[in-house]
């Protein structure tokens, strides 16, 4: 670690210092970069073999891969180059992988909506048949022998009856004479030869991580580099009236106090503006920041009070809405009269908190821009940054670093065009470190949601009739002022695709305005719509006295595919994805069973409570078992997860992931509520924006991850939309006491 | 001036006495490894080791720091080869993997004052340090296979 090391000739630099530039020092070129070795531009290419921009083989052997989307923890680094590893039939041993700078050529990059692996699967697989075959036809032509008589073992060419071998990288620079095969020519392995695919592999940099090597953003560091805060406008829209620009420089290490211009129309990824300190490290920066007195003229958002805004939420949920899917008319069927539920949902707004916060560090030099940073979206840093700058996104070269949690907020780069922007007026190298108060007092927060549900129930106790209208503000707002209504897209998500066979049903939406940015969240409208119709169906259940998981298997009705053709309304899914209620079943039965649904002896105060969905194509059933106290305090001994999301790359890491969601859905569950007072936001740190702790978690999480031939569906996302109402259906289990608004850390549960 | 010992390494300081030991780590001395997650003592991202008790480094002014021996995780084993850090690989805890140096020194910490930690032990060692990603079980395990492994 402390060894110097020539660094110059490596690529991943380039840019960030100048070109030719000797570099030789550990301090300013930390061991974790060079060990994350990301963002090289280029080094697949320079490869002696490189059949494709996604996979580069060197004569010693290495081969060179390439990951293209961000790495937050969702393990889509290392799932999709061991897809490509086992069609190449490669040495995972011997394999390194290279983060992609941002770049058209790569197709998508934003790393949200949990379909790494199902977008890019094939032309991995394709990726890495190719170079096989190109290895193999250099070795048939070396051996002058038929191609067809050639197989590969791992690295390795053989030709069985001569007992020739030849190691890949042998065969690097005669393979990259041999024509690239077309599409049709390639094999690939039948299922019983995949080495890694299905089977996983642990995170190519989890040696890294444990030694404090790994580079995240926050690490990233240039030479003569300087170090940014920004106090950004308390209300959305504020511009800044007055400030001190002296007082900052009394504080030791500040250098420069800058005026950031706000957005223009839609916030959208635009900087929110406000004033930057620019210091010589990042507490000063933050000291300096605290002498700002920055006074800040009103915005039309200084309105946002959380309490009356709830109010007028709930009252539009109360009143007809644009009905976005209908079936029969569930109105003449209310008007029968019998028995009728009625309910209101709430969910207050989440911040992301990621435990790095967002940073950014930017290197502009006249008409060219580099960029190191923790981004979902390293294209989108590509245009805001050009946008700001004035230039044209090639210009702008985004190094994708690792990323500590993104959940959404990192697609968002509005931070690092605040870092461009330093940059440019200071004429240095300038990070911009957001502190957690920047995190949670400035977010795109995910969406509050009122939700009115209602439903009458037949003799069998059975829906004859489902209404539910949400209400949000949309996170179309972020990007066109005015909107007011969720799109397709989120009402897609657990609202217009319920899958329950009824005679008569409707959902609408309702209008809400927005006076916050509004952004995407790990499983974003998912959450508040599955906590709704996943808690109502428990209600009905009860109503009807019914088992809830027998309920669910009932409402589900009939084995099908659910397609918009034969249920207008439900939103269309990718082909070979269609809604499949068998896999939901399943996956309802499976958890069931795994839980000791109905057979286990739970004491007093102890519950179970269950829920199902299916979101970004992947099926999810999980049962929570709760025990809350006579204190009313909740504790949360076991959780059992089932899900079927296709073929599962990296069985083991997705398990990782559904654990994780349990934890994620218990922290927005207990405590997660963002609020505003007079337009600021009332939050600021983990103190009182908590985040569940080891004490508080789920205790124990059983995932059972089913193996599925069916295409590759999302696994970063979908375990949490269950969570919260499977929870909260178990405390109406244990206590009696139905939840309907989130979070349970309002709630008195202790013995009346 | 100030002086310590850093993982071994004798450094003076005479920058501002009340910076916080985290930034002079990180943007001082470039090691970063230990992160930071909230400046107030909250999260225990940045947590390291002063005279072999796990601090926050993010309330440690230097002035407090001065005298002491800090290891960081960059100082835990050169190689990734403390029993915690081993035992946190085979049982692949981490996920985006943030958080992992705090908890590692923290569970360090634990383990070297209490080699069989019960669950209450180490829900109160590590109730300080959160992670977002919720690698907790598999934190808990860890702990409990390294104890396994020096038993
Ligand atoms: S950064 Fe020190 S405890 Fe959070
Ligand atoms: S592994 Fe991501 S915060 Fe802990």
């Known amino acids: ?752 | 001036m100030l002086r310590l010992k850093v993982n071994g390494v004798e450094r003076t300081f005479d920058g501002d006495s009340q910076m916080p030991l985290l930034w002079y780590l990180r943007d001082i001395l470039g090691l970063t490894g230990t992160k930071y997650g909230c400046g107030m003592a909250l999260c225990g991202s940045c947590t390291v080791h002063q005279n072999g008790k796990a601090v926050r480094a993010c309330v440690v002014p230097m002035s407090k720091a001065a005298g002491s021996e800090i290891r960081t995780i960059e100082g835990l084993s050169s190689d990734g080869s403390h029993p915690v850090q081993k035992a946190w690989m085979k049982i692949n805890v981490p996920q985006c993997g943030y958080c992992q140096p705090g908890q590692i020194m923290q569970a360090a910490a634990l383990f070297s004052s209490n080699h069989h930690p019960t669950d209450a032990q180490i829900d109160e060692a590590m109730a300080g340090n959160l992670c977002r990603c919720g690698t907790y079980q598999r934190i808990r395990a860890a702990i409990k296979d390294a104890a396994g492994e020096r038993a």
């Open chain 1, 1 to 752: 670690m402390n060894e110097i090391t020539n660094v110059s000739r490596r690529g991943f630099l380039q840019g960030v210092f100048s070109a030719g530039a000797l570099v030789l020092s550990v301090k300013l070129v930390p061991q974790s970069l060079l060990a994350a070795e990301t963002g090289a531009p280029g080094t697949v290419d320079q490869a002696a073999f490189h059949p494709s921009m996604w996979v580069g083989i060197e004569p010693d052997g290495t081969v060179i891969i390439v990951a293209h989307r961000s790495e937050m923890g969702s393990g889509s680094r290392t799932a999709l180059p061991l897809v490509l590893a086992d069609e190449l039939d490669a040495d995972w041993k011997r394999v390194r992988i290279e983060q992609a700078i941002g770049d058209k050529r790569y197709g998508s990059q934003d790393t949200d909506g949990s379909h790494s692996v199902r977008d890019f699967y094939q032309p991995m697989r394709e990726a890495g048949a190719t170079a096989r075959l190109m290895l193999v036809r250099a070795a048939a032509k070396e051996w002058g022998v038929p191609e067809s008589e050639c197989e590969t073992d791992l690295h390795t060419v053989v030709h069985k009856s001569s007992g020739k071998k030849a190691d890949y990288g042998k065969l690097a620079t005669a393979a990259a004479q041999v024509p690239v095969p077309s599409k049709d020519e390639l094999k690939f392995k039948p299922k019983s030869a995949w080495r890694y695919v299905a089977k996983g592999s642990p995170s190519y940099d989890l040696d890294t991580i444990c030694c404090g090597k790994a580079g995240y953003g926050m690490d990233a560091q240039a030479e003569g580099m300087l170090f940014a805060a920004v106090q950004h406008p308390p209300v959305l829209g504020s511009k800044v009236k007055s400030y001190d620009d002296k007082a900052p420089l009394q504080v030791k290490g500040v250098q420069q106090v800058i005026a950031i211009d706000g957005f223009k129309g839609a916030p959208a990824f635009q900087p929110l503006g406000g004033v930057a300190v620019v210091a010589d490290n990042t507490w000063s920066a933050f000291e300096g920041r605290k002498k700002l007195n920055a006074t800040w003229e009103n915005s039309p958002h200084s309105v946002y009070n959380s309490d009356e805004y709830k109010k007028d939420l709930q009252k539009t949920a109360r009143t007809a809405g644009k009905v976005s899917r209908i079936k029969g008319d569930v109105d003449a069927e209310f008007a029968k009269g019998g028995k009728i539920l009625e309910a209101d949902y709430y969910a207050p707004h989440l911040a992301h908190v990621s435990m790095e916060p967002p940073v950014a560090l930017a290197d502009v030099r006249g008409d060219k821009a580099v960029i190191w940073t923790s981004t979902q979206n390293p294209q989108a840093v590509q245009e805001v940054v050009g946008a700001q700058l004035g230039i044209p996104p090639e210009n702008v070269t985004c190094n994708v670093a690792l990323l500590g949690g993104g959940f959404g907020r990192k697609s968002k780069p509005d931070y690092v065009a605040e870092a461009a922007i330093l940059s440019k007026k200071t004429g240095k190298p300038v990070k911009v470190t957001w502190s957690r108060e920047d995190d949670i007092k400035f977010g795109y927060y995910h969406s509050v949601a009122a939700m009115y549900m209602k439903a009458s129930l037949g003799a069998d106790g059975m829906p004859t009739a489902w209404l539910h209208r949400s209400v949000f503000p949309p996170i179309g707002s972020t990007f066109a002022e005015g909107a007011q209504y969720g799109d397709a897209g989120e009402l897609g998500m657990g609202w217009t695709d319920v899958p329950y066979q009824l005679a008569n049903f409707r959902a609408e939406v309702g209008p809400a305005v927005n006076h916050v940015r509004i952004g995407w969240y790990r499983s974003v409208a998912n959450i508040y719509h599955a906590f709704a119709v996943q808690s109502f169906t428990d209600e009905l259940a009860h109503a009807a006295g019914k088992d809830p998981v027998e309920y669910r298997l009932a409402l589900l009705g009939d084995a099908r595919k659910i397609t918009p053709k034969d249920t207008p309304g439900f939103p269309e899914s990718p082909a070979g994805y269609e809604y499949d209620t068998a896999r939901l079943r399943r996956v309802i039965e499976l958890a069931a069973e795994q839980s000791g649904w109905g057979k286990k002896k739970l004491g007093k105060g102890r519950g179970l409570g269950i829920a199902a969905h299916r979101s970004f194509l992947t099926y999810v059933a999980t049962v929570v078992e709760v025990e809350v106290n006579n204190q009313g305090e909740i504790k949360i001994p076991r959780v059992d997860t089932v899900l079927d999301a296709g073929l599962v790359v990296n069985p083991e890491q997705t398990r990782n992931q559904f654990e994780g969601a349990a934890v994620f859905g218990t922290s927005l569950a207990r405590y997660g509520e963002i609020t505003a007072k007079n337009g600021v936001i009332e939050q600021s740190n983990f103190n009182d924006y908590q985040i569940a702790r080891m004490g508080d978690a789920p205790y124990h999480v059983n995932v059972r991850v089913l193996e599925s031939d069916a295409p590759p569906a999302g696994v970063g996302e979908p375990g949490v939309p269950p969570f919260a109402p499977a929870l909260c259906n178990a405390i109406f289990a244990a206590t009696g006491k139905r939840v309907r608004e989130l979070p349970l850390s309002k709630i008195d549960f202790s013995a009346a």
